[in-house]
T-cell receptor, first 116, second 114 residues
Framework: DTGVSQDPRHKITKRGQNVTFRCDPISEHNRLYWYRQTLGQGPEFLTYFQNEAQLEKSRLLSDRFSAERPKGSFSTLEIQRTEQGDSAMYLC??????????????FGQGTRLTVV | KQEVTQIPAALSVPEGENLVLNCSFTDSAIYNLQWFRQDPGKGLTSLLLIQSSQREQTSGRLNASLDKSSGRSTLYIAASQPGDSATYLCAVRPIISGANNLFFGTGTRLTVIP
């Protein structure tokens, strides 16, 4: 088990372009989360999947953001028509299902997005 | 809405000192509290998880305590080393219907001076 894996680690894009990030959770973790972290702040929740179902979305997740987890394994986060305010670290986390929400979350190394 | 505060925002200590990082949260209805370490430009590494029914957890030189009723947690680091330099984040998982996420503080940036 290699932990939560995110790709790419860094992405620089021009304003208005679309970008897609990938997250591979720890195998057999059926819960997957996306967070966004700006400089000097703690991570903020974006969205949550249990298996392939997207069960919760934050108000931070505007219409330009979409996330999928098609087979309940890896997940993608797409940002359309990027804006400079989208520049941030995008973090993915996973946790196992143990009958409740009282489980430990494991994070990946993040994807740092810079919109120029 | 759950709010998490970490004090101090930054801390600088000489190598070998013991230190305490503080975390407070506004709503005591939580499943658990988790402490993380984050190196510059990197992701989060889980350090300790304290269940709501527990008072403390220990891992090596780290000890985390939880006083749920007062909404406080502390992370104690013994005999600090330069390699401990990082930002330390605490996060709580609230017991709210439909809430499946962690609420984070803004972190304490620790520098251990050799």
């Amino acid at each position: 088990d290699t932990g939560v894996s995110q790709d790419p680690r860094h992405k620089i894009t021009k304003r208005g372009q679309n970008v897609t990030f990938r997250c591979d959770p720890i195998s057999e973790h059926n819960r997957l989360y996306w967070y966004r972290q700006t400089l000097g702040q703690g991570p903020e929740f974006l969205t949550y999947f249990q298996n392939e179902a997207q069960l919760e979305k934050s108000r931070l997740l505007s219409d330009r953001f979409s996330a999928e987890r098609p087979k309940g394994s890896f997940s993608t986060l797409e940002i359309q028509r990027t804006e400079q305010g989208d520049s941030a670290m995008y973090l993915c986390a996973s946790s196992p299902f143990q009958g409740s929400l009282n489980t430990e979350a494991f994070f990946g190394q993040g994807t740092r997005l810079t919109v120029v | 809405k759950q709010e998490v505060t970490q004090i101090p925002a930054a801390l600088s200590v000489p190598e070998g000192e013991n230190l305490v990082l503080n975390c407070s949260f506004t709503d005591s209805a939580i499943y658990n509290l988790q402490w993380f370490r984050q190196d510059p430009g990197k992701g989060l590494t889980s350090l300790l998880l304290i269940q709501s029914s527990q008072r403390e957890q220990t891992s090596g030189r780290l000890n985390a305590s939880l006083d749920k009723s007062s909404g406080r947690s502390t992370l104690y680091i013994a005999a600090s080393q330069p390699g401990d330099s990082a930002t330390y984040l605490c996060a709580v998982r609230p017991i709210i219907s439909g809430a499946n996420n962690l609420f984070f503080g803004t972190g304490t940036r620790l520098t251990v001076i050799p």
